[in-house]
Each structure stands twice: as structure tokens, then as C-alpha cells.
């Protein structure tokens, strides 16, 4: 951090997405709920520490009954949802309990509440009833809400955000970043947070500017200060001098016209300098984003990632429900094709309302294709949504987190149980459809060959295979320094994929963020791979360098790179050969 006599504060963190905004900072949460304090009360204090948990509960029951009221008639099961919630505020376990620990064990209200509310979910989720078990995500609601008035820091929803504003938060989950509405928000800022995150890759579609892993961001910005946020080069500027707010407003013109002119040009062809034609294809996470995909040049979806739908929905959809936007997507892009993930939950997308597991460490854990082999219901309700989709377009259906031969097995036979209930139900459906495999762990690479005759075609999730080969979290700013797509270990995985999969005949596509940095074309390119899917607002920047590149100088390079030893000589070496053709880098001060 460094500070200016005048007070201009510069930050530097990660940058997010690129691009460069100037506004008011909007707080929207100190450390949160999640950061509990345990602290003794003295016993003549005991009454007025319950008081205040009384008063928390009356505040967050009052809070909630302005709700309902002001909800439409036509809520069904939602309204359903509140009423419980209603009842449970005042309920003996949760209720009940709290204020006897408080006075029991003469701790604070939060800590009291938070022991409770952890026994009561452990109380749940032993029953073996799912009714039951699912009533774990009530508990869960009702006790962040008293806990948010307990520790003041009362619930702000960032879709009820209506001021032209630059969010600051601790952290900001996925869910929370897709509920950002574009006319409102500018951008945003983080403590927590790394490259390549699922934050940032929304931040990115959003196409606003955003920097995190800055540390301690909520702690040095007061709420109305006037930020910089520059996610080009990941630096946060608070109360800027005039000098400086004059040098960004210059720059973010400059950015802007640099976009507009690769906007307009990404309707071209994906064609090399020598002829050779490229796909590219966009990865989205909500059927809205095919307008701006198409609008930025992709010819398909490479990568649907479906998870996004449950964590807004905040409970496990309907088969119909799924249906219903499957359809939507694939009929928009008809006859271009969809690649559609199956649910990649955990990890850093979790949410407490579709799993209530607590793990030491969620990117390791029951993740993606292991949790739904886990839930075979939730796995069986996602296929056939999907089977059926496909019978009203081109569909392709991919396995995310695949590590071994017997889970791609395991995943075939809960695939033919989906088609049997169909074929029982007599519904419509199109069972012929390609089957691949995300390439994201490294014991896929290591037995890419075996994998490969089980499935019609894999994609490179490069996301995920740089997080665990080089075995940092990407959410974790600590390491981010580590995150390193042109790390020769990561470029020998690549190649080792697409050799396996040329060898076997199937196709390959690569799907990770590394696919939208023009930077790594030379490498991929030389590499052959031809079919690419990335975030669609990439698309124009990335057409503009393939358009600018010979296929034979980029195999030939590619020989050099691979004898290379550190991502440092890499680099050096892909900006020496290339910097006739390399477009702005967007960190450039020249832009
Ligand atoms: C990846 O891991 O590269 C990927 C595309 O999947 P996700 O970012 O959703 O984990
Ligand atoms: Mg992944």
C-alpha cells in the first residue's frame, strides 16, 4: 500500500477483469458474519447480553414479516419458505437454546448462537429424511439473519443496489457477483479473491472492470470515498489526487475506443495469417449471455456451465424447470452447438443452501461429478433435463472434475438409468449425443489414452488444471503469483492431452481462461489446437491475434518454448517473437 502526502491511497491487488472505472466506493460488508469473536460475560451481565439477542430476533422477525407483506400473492412455495422462516425465529431449538448457552455457558450472543445453530444442523442432517435434512437451509437463513443484526452488518443484497456505484466487499461469492445489475454497479473491488477465480470470470462477462486480492480493501476505503479501479493492472486508487484522476479518465477514453475497435471487427472470420481456420466459442453461465456472445463472434457454446441456475434458485430445480432453459439455450443457437456442463458445485461455488457440507478443503473435496455421483437424483434430474433439451437442437454434454476411469464408467451407467425412466415415461427425447470429458486434474492427463475410449471428446479446463498441478487455490491471493498458465509443467499437460487425443481420434477443445489471453496463442496454436472456448468478451481480442498469425512460425516456436525452464523465459521469448502482432497488452500505460 502506498500512501501520498495529499491522502491518494494506491492498492494493489489482482486484477479481476480489465478495463478501468472512476466512482463512489459502496461498502457491502465488513468481515461479514462469518468472522465470530468468542468472549466471556460477566454474570451480572448475562440479562442484558439475552436482551440484545432478544432484541436481534425481534429486529430480523420484524424485518422479515415487512417482507412477506410485501410480496405478490403468486409466490407459492416461496411464501411457504418465509412463513417457516416466521416460526423458527422464536422456535425452542434455535431460540430456546440461544439464550440458554448465553446464560449456561456466560458467553456472547453471537458465539452462543452460532453453537447452537451448528448443533441444531448436525442434529438435522443425521436424520435420514431429506425432508428434514433440507430443512438444515432454514436454520441456516434464519441464524445469519439474527447474527447480521447481532453483529451489525445487516443484510445488503447487491441486486437492490440502485446508485451508479463501485462495490467494495470482503469477499464476493459467485452467486453474489451474478446478481450484479450493469446499470447500477461500475465495477468492483475485493480483499479476498484470485486470478481466474469464478468471480472474476463473471466480472469478465459483465465486461466491468474489477481488482481483488487486495487485502485489506474494506478497511482503508469509507463508504462515498472516490475510487479508481483499474483490473487491467489490478491496482485500487482511493481519494485519487487531480493529477492522477485526469491521467485514468484520459486512459479509460483510450480503453474504450481500443474495445470498441476490436468490437467491431469480431464479426471476421477466426482464419490464420496461413489459412488455417479456428473455432471459437463461448463459455457462459446464463442463457442471457448468448446475445453478447453472439454479438462478440462466437460461433457456439463451448461451455454452459449450469450450476449458476441453482445457486440463484437456492434450491435443487425441477427436471422441468432445467427443461425449460436447456430448450431456450439450444433453440437460440440452433444449428450451432451447445456444450453443456454438468453441475459443478462445491468448490468455490458453493452455496448453504444446496449443501451443507463443511469441508477442510472444498476444491479437493466432493466437487462436481463427485457430488453428483453422490446425489444420483440431482444427477439423473440434470440428464434428462439435458437428453430431453436435445431433442430440439445440437447438444453435447460434458463431465466436469473427471480424475479416474471408473468415475466416466459410473457416470455411462447413471446416464443409461436417465434414459430408461425416460423411455418408461415415454417422453421425447435424443439420447445420440457426443459425451466428453473436462481435462482439469492432472491424473486425467496422466491417463488421457484410457479416458479417450470412453468419451467422443475432451476439454481443457486449464482453470482448474493450473489450480491443481501447481497446487494453489485460486481463490487464495497468497499464491496467485503461482497461477501460471505458460508454466512448463502446464504447457507438458497440454501437450500430453493433445497428443492422447489426436492418437485416439477424438476432438479437443480447450475451455479454460487460458484460451483468452492472446499472450498463450502462439503456444496453443503451435501446440494444434484449433477449437477454443473462453469468455465471450475475449472473443475480439483473441480473433484479432490469431487473424495475425502463421501457424508454421507458431510451430516452430512452440519447439523452443518447450525446451524452455521458467515462465519468465517464456514470456520474454513469446513478446520478443511476437510483439509485432501482440495486441495492447490492456495493463500497457501507453493505452
Ligand atoms: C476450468 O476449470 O478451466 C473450467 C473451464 O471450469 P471452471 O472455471 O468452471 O472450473
Ligand atoms: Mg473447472
Avoid at 230 to 256: C, Q, V
Avoid at 373 to 391: G, M, P, S, V
Avoid at 444 to 468: K, W
Wanted: charged fraction near 25%.
Amino acid at each position: 500500500m502506498n500512501i501520498s502526502k495529499s491522502g491518494q491511497i494506491t492498492i494493489k491487488g489482482i486484477g479481476g477483469s480489465p478495463g478501468i472505472c472512476i466512482g463512489k466506493a459502496y461498502i457491502v460488508d465488513k468481515e461479514g458474519v462469518n468472522i465470530i469473536k468468542r468472549y466471556p460475560v460477566s454474570e451480572p451481565l448475562v440479562p442484558k447480553e439475552i436482551d440484545r439477542f432478544k432484541q436481534a430476533v425481534s429486529k430480523a422477525k420484524n424485518d422479515h414479516a415487512r417482507v412477506i407483506e410485501s410480496l405478490d400473492e403468486d409466490l407459492g412455495e416461496n411464501l411457504n419458505i418465509l412463513e417457516t422462516h416466521m416460526v423458527l425465529f422464536k422456535d425452542k431449538m434455535l431460540y430456546g437454546k440461544t439464550i440458554d448457552t448465553i446464560s449456561r455457558e456466560r458467553i456472547n450472543a453471537e458465539w452462543a448462537l452460532k453453537k447452537v445453530s451448528r448443533e441444531v444442523r448436525a442434529m438435522f442432517q443425521q436424520i435420514d429424511d431429506k425432508y428434514l435434512q433440507a430443512r438444515v437451509i432454514d436454520i441456516v437463513q434464519v441464524s445469519d439473519k439474527i447474527m447480521s443484526y447481532l453483529v451489525g452488518a445487516q443484510d445488503i443484497k447487491i441486486s437492490d443496489i440502485n446508485k451508479r456505484v463501485i462495490i467494495v466487499a470482503h469477499d464476493l461469492s459467485p452467486a453474489d457477483a451474478s446478481q450484479i445489475q450493469l446499470e447500477h454497479i461500475k465495477g468492483f473491488v475485493t480483499d479476498r479473491g484470485g486470478k481466474d477465480s469464478h468471480t472474476s470470470i463473471i466480472a469478465k462477462s459483465l465486461k466491468i472492470p474489477s481488482v481483488l486480492g487486495l487485502g485489506s480493501a474494506t478497511v482503508s476505503v469509507k463508504n462515498d470515498d472516490i475510487l479508481i479501479v483499474d483490473g487491467s493492472s489490478g491496482t485500487l486508487i482511493i481519494n485519487p489526487e487531480e493529477d492522477t484522476l485526469f491521467k485514468y479518465e484520459e486512459r479509460l477514453a483510450r480503453f474504450e475506443e481500443y474495445r470498441a475497435g476490436l468490437e467491431r471487427q469480431s464479426h471476421l472470420p477466426a482464419v490464420t495469417k496461413d489459412g488455417i481456420s479456428l473455432n471459437l466459442m463461448a463459455n457462459i453461465e446464463l442463457v442471457e449471455e448468448v446475445v453478447a456472445a453472439k454479438d462478440h463472434g462466437a460461433t457456439d457454446v463451448g461451455l454452459f456451465r449450469t450450476e449458476f441456475l441453482y445457486l440463484d434458485l437456492k434450491r435443487f430445480p425441477t427436471e422441468d424447470e432445467l427443461l425449460y432453459k436447456y430448450k431456450e439455450l439450444v433453440e437460440l443457437m440452433n444449428p450451432q452447438s451447445v456444450t453443456i456442463r454438468t453441475l459443478d458445485i462445491n468448490g468455490d461455488k458453493v452455496n448453504p443452501y444446496l449443501t451443507t457440507i463443511e469441508e477442510a478443503n472444498p476444491s479437493l473435496g466432493l466437487r462436481a461429478v463427485r457430488f453428483c455421483l453422490e446425489n444420483e437424483d440431482i444427477f439423473i434430474t440434470q440428464l434428462k433435463a439435458i437428453l430431453r433439451a436435445a431433442a430440439f437442437g445440437n447438444i453435447k454434454l460434458l463431465i466436469p472434475m473427471i480424475s479416474c476411469v471408473e468415475e466416466i464408467i459410473q457416470v455411462k451407467k447413471v446416464i443409461n438409468k436417465a434414459i430408461l425412466e425416460l423411455e418408461e415415461e415415454d417422453k421425447i427425447f435424443n439420447k445420440d449425443i457426443p459425451l466428453g470429458v473436462m481435462i482439469e486434474v492432472p491424473s486425467a492427463v496422466m491417463i488421457a489414452e484410457s479416458l479417450a475410449e470412453h468419451v467422443d471428446f475432451f476439454s481443457i479446463g486449464t482453470n482448474d488444471l493450473i489450480q491443481y498441478s501447481m497446487a494453489i487455490d485460486r481463490r487464495n491471493r497468497q499464491v496467485a503469483h503461482l497461477y501460471q498458465a505458460l508454466n512448463p509443467a502446464v504447457l507438458k499437460m497440454i501437450k500430453m492431452t493433445y497428443d492422447a487425443a489426436m492418437k485416439k481420434g477424438i476432438d479437443l477443445v480447450m475451455c479454460g481462461e487460458m484460451a483468452g489471453d492472446p499472450m498463450n496463442m502462439p503456444v496453443l496454436v503451435g501446440i494444434g489446437l484449433t477449437e477454443f472456448s473462453m469468455n465471450s468478451a475475449s472473443i475480439p481480442v483473441v480473433k484479432k491475434m490469431i487473424r495475425d498469425l502463421d501457424t508454421k512460425k507458431a510451430k516452430k516456436t512452440l519447439k523452443k518454448i518447450m525446451t524452455l525452464n521458467t515462465v519468465h523465459e517464456i514470456l520474454s521469448f513469446i513478446f520478443e517473437e511476437y510483439k509485432d502482432i501482440l495486441p495492447f497488452r490492456e495493463t500497457d500505460e501507453s493505452l
